[in-house]
């Protein structure tokens, strides 16, 4: 058992999440986002997490422009209301001060309000109901067209001049394999909103492969490796 599959129903996760908001950054079931966390606000909050059930909400500011910060600062800024909470699965400090840690998703949450406290960081309270089908590993994996999605990925990394690991893709479940890719792919905050707001793999694949092809379509291309 994973350590995350402990979660299997909302009434394990509480009701009330410290909230890291990342534009550009979501997080997914079963799926894993390193990050850097130097910000001391934020590395306050991994104080009170790693001491508590070292779970945190990810969740997207409402962007107003390519200029918006990637965090803002304060606790007055809009946040999506769509985020995920996951569990700190691997942390490590460095000797500049930094965190280095991996969240590994649990469920998907909607922010119901937020709470008011003396904390440098924001808390607030969230639901689980809307996304309960989140706590089934895999569900909705056969209605996936994998064959299409492969084809379409493949052309997208030929044309962007970048690798991967194609025995690890063919190995990884559909699950796995959205949701990582999801996470990982460099298009920006809103269609990264779009993508953690699918309501099922199927949906999350379709986005996957439209975002694709409209890029290949309009023929911009970068160099790199996909891991």
Known sequence: MGIVDRYRRPSDLPPRLPVFPLRGAILLPR????????????????DDVL????LIGIVQPQTTGESSPESPAGKSAALKRIGCVGRVTAYQEVDDGRLLIT?????????????????????MSVSYDRFASDFAAGLGEERVDRDRLLTV?????????????WTAIQRASNEVLINALSVMSPYGPEEKQALLEAPDLKTRAEVLVTLAEMELASGSGSGGTLQ
Do not use: C, H, Q, W
């Open 153 to 165: 990925l493949r052309s997208y990394l030929d044309a962007n001049r970048l690798s991967a690991d």
């Open 31 to 46: 799926s894993s986002l390193p990050l850097s966390v130097f910000e001391p606000r934020y590395l306050a909050m991994l």
């Open 103 to 123: 969240v590994t998703g649990v469920a998907r949450f909607e922010a119901v309000d937020e709470a008011t406290t003396a904390k440098p960081y924001r808390i």
């Open 51 to 54: 001491a508590g059930p070292r």
